[in-house]
């Protein structure tokens, strides 16, 4: 989905300007983009799942993960709805995601201060989420970070003396990017879906139709229309 802003978007290089006699003109018939796949993903948006990571072809700064464990396709969906929010603001920003919902945000002088903020919003919440910054992170706030736990973080970049404090936490993905929205690709063809982020797009598998009863058997011809549509 593409929406419009003012007068005229751009996709990749191409800008196209809305035409005065259709307001329809602003967008496209048709996206054509390149995608390059520079990471595989632990899995889709279920175990079963295959993901990919993806950058367009004429990015000059894809992102870079600077330590951790493998990302998922989940952890992807809540680094960029965390890093969109902070994105939108001039100010030091800070956002703790959990399944792609703010459980805390906040703005302030330093990036350490809002960050601790937005960590204080709900730290239960907090506990085990996504961070955003919108800065990059320096000393105080790889402090804050660490000081519990988070399984990932997104950033701008970050400072030197940061590095290994943050590196204490083996674990914890630190992914460092562009803020800047990257535009969304094209039909990616039969069999799988994609999305797009500020950290680039990823691509999944589809659900395969496949369904068993929790408790080792297949749903009862009863059951089997409500577990459908649940499914």
């Known amino acids: 989905m593409i ?11 191409e800008e196209f300007t809305r035409a005065p006699q259709a307001a329809g003109a602003l967008l496209p018939e048709r996206l054509p983009v390149n995608l ?7 899995y889709g948006e279920n ?3 295959r993901a990919a ?6 990015s000059g700064h894809p992102p870079r993960v600077t330590q951790g464990k493998e990302l998922s396709f989940t952890n992807l969906l809540d680094l960029d709805a965390a890093f ?8 030091p920003a800070s956002c703790v995601v ?3 919902n703010p459980c805390g945000a906040a703005r302030a002088g330093t990036i350490a201060e809002a960050y601790v903020r937005a960590r204080d919003a709900d730290q239960l919440a907090a506990y085990g989420g996504i961070v955003g910054l919108n800065r990059p992170i320096d000393e105080a706030t790889s402090r804050a970070i ?15 003396a940061a590095i290994p404090i943050l590196a204490g936490k083996r674990n914890m993905r630190v992914v460092v990017a562009d803020p800047h929205p990257a535009p969304v690709p094209a039909d990616e063809g039969p069999g799988s879906t994609s999305d797009r982020s500020s950290a680039g797009c990823w691509c999944r598998s589809v659900i395969a139709s496949r369904r068993r009863g929790g408790a080792g058997r297949p749903p009862s011809p009863r059951h089997q229309p409500p577990t459908a549509c649940a499914w």
Request: proline fraction near 4%; aromatic fraction near 10%; charged fraction near 30%.
């Open 3 to 13: 929406s419009a802003t003012l007068d005229r978007v751009t996709v990749g290089t």
């Open 36 to 42: 390059i796949k520079f990471r595989d993903l632990r």
């Open 47 to 49: 175990p079963h799942q």
């Open 53 to 58: 990571w993806y950058r367009l072809d004429q």
């Open 84 to 91: 969109r929010i902070v994105s939108e603001f001039d100010e």
């Open 98 to 100: 959990k399944h792609t």
């Open 146 to 160: 660490v000081s519990t736990f988070i399984e990932a973080v997104i950033a701008p970049g970050v400072e030197e």
